[in-house]
């Protein structure tokens, strides 16, 4: 079954420092990965995902992820945080051999200090 | 543009009633899943489809239902709502078949059950 760990429910940094989230993942061979991004009282927006192309996967307002099959992880980073990245963040898993669907991790809500 | 649409936004409840939140989209894609929102759970999956006709269950189906009766609208049924229901609910769509695809999720709705 596929499964998915984020290893802190909440992370604070200060604004222009470096931001790390991080998601262990458990499924097949070859999983999708996504990050979603929550912004409080707001839907769903996708930030980036990873499908077996390039392990280095860029995506939206300067985020990126790192796939590391190794140690099954899926890290998001930003080099700077700004004000407005503060919002929860969602690791997802979808994987075909298991029916296509998405399952979530608990989240990680990331606070910006000015 | 394709869109999810969900109805209404926001609804509240009496225990013990049926209540039906609506899902609609226009991308016309097979899938579509219903999860619920709960601190510290991340989004965990009710019930999805993948096609007219299909419905499956997922992690967390007790007390829920839906129907597929058109590839745009999968509407979920809450048979006697309870307390322990009250959740803020997402409806989202994929296409099928194709690795890394995504899923367009709804703005949500926020059920209270009193």
């Known amino acids: 079954a596929q499964s998915v760990t984020q290893l802190d429910s909440h992370v604070s940094v200060s604004e222009g420092t470096p931001v790390l989230l991080r998601c262990n993942y458990s499924s097949s061979y070859s999983p999708s990965l996504f990050w979603y991004v929550q912004h409080p009282n707001k839907g769903l927006q996708l930030l980036l995902k990873?499908?077996?192309?390039?392990?280095l996967v860029k995506g939206i307002n300067g985020f990126e992820a790192e796939f590391k099959k190794s140690e099954t992880s899926f890290h998001l980073t930003k080099p700077s945080a700004h004000m407005s990245d503060a919002a929860e963040y969602f690791c997802?898993?979808?994987?075909?051999?298991?029916?296509?669907?998405?399952?979530f991790g608990p989240g990680t809500r990331l606070s910006v200090l000015p | 543009d394709a869109e999810i649409t969900q109805s209404p936004r926001h609804k509240i409840t009496e225990t013990g009633r049926q209540v039906t939140l609506a899902c609609h989209q226009t991308?016309?894609?097979?899938?579509m899943f219903w999860y619920r929102q709960d601190l510290g759970h991340g989004l965990r999956l009710i019930h999805y489809?993948?096609?007219?006709?299909?419905?499956n269950k997922g992690e967390v189906s007790d007390g829920y239902s839906v129907s597929r009766s058109n590839t745009e609208d999968l509407p979920l049924t809450l048979e006697s709502a309870a307390s322990s229901q009250t959740s803020v609910y997402f409806c989202a769509s994929s296409e099928q078949g194709s690795l890394g695809t995504e899923a367009f999720f709804g703005q949500g709705t926020r059920l209270t059950v009193v």
């Open positions: 990873y499908t077996s192309a390039a392990t």
């Open positions: 489809s993948y096609g007219v006709h299909d419905t």
């Open positions: 991308w016309n894609h097979n899938n």
């Open positions: 997802v898993v979808s994987d075909i051999d298991y029916g296509q669907n998405f399952v």
